[in-house]
């Protein structure tokens, strides 16, 4: 009997530490994988490449982080490793940082419902390759800590910047109204018409210039027809008549015979 028990006790030891073994091993390998794979990422990639990422900040998430940001990282990295060859390395170390967020994605609940939830606090930035690749080794340390995804999360009052942004725009575009439309801004609406009082001035200064040169030379035309009439007169009253002088012509002959 008491062999019996003892055979028990060491079987169950063997268990339990063949189990946390394989467990410990799994986490080990994990946690070797990602660092190996981020470390490589970083020297491969260069640092002044900026890569897309939608996320939510720390502050903003709270104990819901890992949940909101999984898809968006998921799918940030997905865009990234259809920019490397099939035979690419990096793109193999990127394929080992997906299969990460997809396990984690697994065991989480609701996940839809409360990315929808806090659809209005994401953001859309392009980060440099050392600032992205810290903020996966953060996200995977933080998911790896919080195995256990919240099954609600209470998000904040959205922000205002929105609603701003919004009603500026259409204060200075109205849409209604008696006021018309404004496609252009005003200081170039005033720059226009600025640049367009200079060529009707001078089509105007061109316009008055030919009616005046015009009335110039028909006073001209009139003046020198009205000359060319006196002279001609003159001309006639100064010529002796030719009735006078055959007359004249004639005496003389007959006083001389």
């Given amino acids: 009997m008491k062999k019996s028990k003892i055979w028990i006790r060491v079987c ?4 339990l530490c063949t189990t946390f073994g394989v467990h410990s091993s799994e986490f080990g390998d994990a946690v070797t994988d990602d660092i190996t794979s981020i470390s490589l990422l970083k020297q491969n990639i260069p640092k002044d490449y900026k890569i897309p990422v939608t996320f939510i900040p720390k502050e903003v998430g709270g104990m819901c982080w890992v949940t909101l940001n999984v898809f968006h990282l998921e799918l940030s990295l997905r865009g990234l490793a ?3 060859g099939n035979i690419s390395s990096n793109k193999y170390n990127i394929s ?5 967020l997809k396990e984690t994605r697994y065991h989480m609940t ?4 409360i990315t929808s ?3 209005c606090h994401y953001r859309d930035e392009k980060w440099q390759t050392g600032h992205y690749f810290q903020f996966v080794e953060d996200f995977l340390k933080t998911a790896r800590s919080n195995r256990d995804s919240p099954e609600e ?4 009052p959205c922000p205002t910047t929105t609603k701003a942004s919004t009603t500026t725009i259409t204060t200075q575009y109205p849409t209604s109204g008696n006021e018309p439309l404004r496609f252009l801004p005003e200081v170039v609406e005033r720059s226009l018409l600025s640049l367009l009082v200079i060529p009707i001035a001078a089509i105007l200064f061109l316009f ?3 009616v005046k040169s015009r009335s110039n030379q028909h006073q001209s035309d009139e003046l020198n027809s009205v000359e060319g009439g006196l002279f001609k007169g003159t001309e006639e ?3 002796p008549p030719i009735d006078n002088i055959s007359e004249k012509n004639r005496l003389n002959i007959i006083e001389t015979v």
């Fill in 12 to 15: 169950v030891h063997l268990l």
């Fill in 153 to 156: 999360c209470d998000p904040p």
């Fill in 117 to 119: 939830d806090f659809e």
């Fill in 208 to 210: 008055v210039w030919k």
């Fill in 82 to 84: 259809d920019k490397f």
């Fill in 110 to 113: 609701n996940l839809e419902v």
């Fill in 237 to 239: 009253s100064l010529a």
């Fill in 96 to 100: 080992i940082l997906i299969e990460m």
